[in-house]
């Protein structure tokens, strides 16, 4: 993996990690999914770790105080910023893919293959709608509530990003 400085453009390879399949950054620290654990890397890239009793099967997502939201199966487990992992929720999914975290109420939003589900911090589900994304591969919110959805799309030549405006509620 393999950082670069947005002033000057000087590229650096983060130490310890091996690589993964997505990656998140909050609270001032990296995370990686590695594809079985979450690791937390440094800012500076020296060191990297994996997080105890943490298991990663799909996309990983972090809000501004640095908590981590992780899909491990069909639940989406919330790691602390001290490092303390809690499942927060544990029914109504059916194939995670990504996730992302509304840094505004921190509120999570789950990709699945056909919808978008929108869970509050607690686990309860809150609203889902389709996306009609032909082929899926992450979503990100930002600082608005604005949700984006990547769809690769049926080859790289029609592939595009989704984007549903905010939800103020």
Do not use: C, W
């Amino acid at each position: 993996i393999y950082s670069v400085k947005a002033s000057g453009g000087s590229v650096k390879q983060l130490k310890g990690s091996k690589g993964g399949f997505d990656i998140a950054s909050g609270g001032g620290s990296v995370f990686l999914a590695t594809g079985g654990s979450v690791e937390r890397t440094d800012p500076n890239g020296s060191a990297s770790m994996p997080i105890p009793g943490v298991t990663s099967s799909g996309g990983i997502g972090v809000d501004s105080r640095g908590t981590v939201s992780v899909i491990n199966g069909a639940k989406i487990t919330l790691i602390d910023p001290s490092g303390r992992p809690q499942d927060v929720v544990t029914t109504s999914l059916s194939t995670p893919m990504d996730v992302a975290t509304d840094t505004r109420n921190g509120d999570i939003f789950v990709l699945e293959q056909s919808e978008i589900k929108r869970f509050n911090r607690s686990g309860q589900l809150m609203a889902q709608f389709r996306h009609n994304a032909t082929q899926p591969t992450s979503i990100a919110v930002d600082e608005q509530g604005n949700v984006y959805v990547t769809d690769f799309g049926q080859n790289y030549k029609d592939s595009k990003i989704l984007k549903f405006g905010a939800v103020n509620d």
